[in-house]
T-cell receptor, first 112, second 115 residues
Framework: EPEVTQTPSHQVTQMGQEVILRCVPI?????FYWYRQILGQKVEFLVS????????KSEIFDDQFSVERPDGSNFTLKIRSTKLEDSAMYFC??????????FGPGTRLTVL | GNSVTQMEGPVTLSEEAFLTINCTYT??????LFWYVQYPGEGLQLLLK?????DKGSNKGFEATYRKETTSFHLEKGSVQVSDSAVYFC??????????????FGKGTKLSVKP
């Protein structure tokens, strides 16, 4: 069964460093999303991406964040200068038409 | 704005016990409602969904009914198994146009089922 994959599973970085989180969508999916979950808190929407552009973003998704699909397969989330409060589990989700989003297993980001 | 509130965990039950996880929502328009499950070490998986009032979603023995009058979507299962141990998330997708369908989640409820 096709699935969304994410790499790395765990990323440890120093405050102020740039990180790139990677997602490989299911092959025929056209809508892409990033969510995050700070430990013990809600899963929060960050951004949605369709047709090579951002279609919606939350207030969390400030200038430090960016997304792109550089090679038509990977979908990446970049954090330019990480802060302690960026420590969270980051989930990628993708979908074709219809309601169901398929989620990856997540990347745990730890900012020291 | 749209929001989801679900009961705090953790919930610990014995095998074959009855499960209810409460979920209520606040939304404009006509949202779609979902329950997602996250097994240890895995991503979120769609468990069931309902797209309009009075719809009942069901899967793997779990059920939830979309109640517009009480703005609720409580998850139930008549007889839980150890393999049901996971974190359960209630979520909604807004019902007005202009959205690409981002989900709004509750905090999640951790269920542990003991043999």
């Amino acid at each position: 069964e096709p699935e969304v994959t994410q790499t790395p599973s765990h990323q440890v970085t120093q405050m102020g460093q740039e990180v790139i989180l990677r997602c490989v969508p299911i092959s025929n999916h056209l809508y892409f999303y990033w969510y995050r979950q700070i430990l013990g808190q809600k899963v929060e929407f960050l951004v949605s991406f369709y047709n090579n552009e951002i279609s919606e973003k939350s207030e969390i998704f400030d200038d430090q964040f960016s997304v792109e699909r550089p090679d038509g397969s990977n979908f990446t989330l970049k954090i330019r200068s990480t802060k302690l409060e960026d420590s969270a589990m980051y989930f990628c989700a993708t979908k074709a038409d219809g309601n169901e989003q398929f989620f990856g297993p997540g990347t745990r980001l730890t900012v020291l | 704005g749209n929001s989801v509130t679900q009961m705090e965990g953790p919930v610990t039950l014995s095998e074959e016990a009855f499960l209810t996880i409460n979920c209520t929502y606040t939304a404009t328009g006509y949202p779609s409602l979902f329950w997602y499950v996250q097994y240890p070490g895995e991503g979120l998986q769609l468990l069931l969904k309902a797209t309009k009032a009075d719809d009942k979603g069901s899967n793997k023995g779990f059920e939830a009914t979309y109640r517009k009058e009480t703005t609720s979507f409580h998850l139930e299962k008549g007889s839980v198994q150890v393999s049901d141990s996971a974190v359960y998330f209630c979520a909604l997708k807004g019902g007005y146009g202009g959205s690409q369908g981002n989900l709004i989640f509750g905090k999640g409820t951790k269920l542990s089922v003991k043999p």
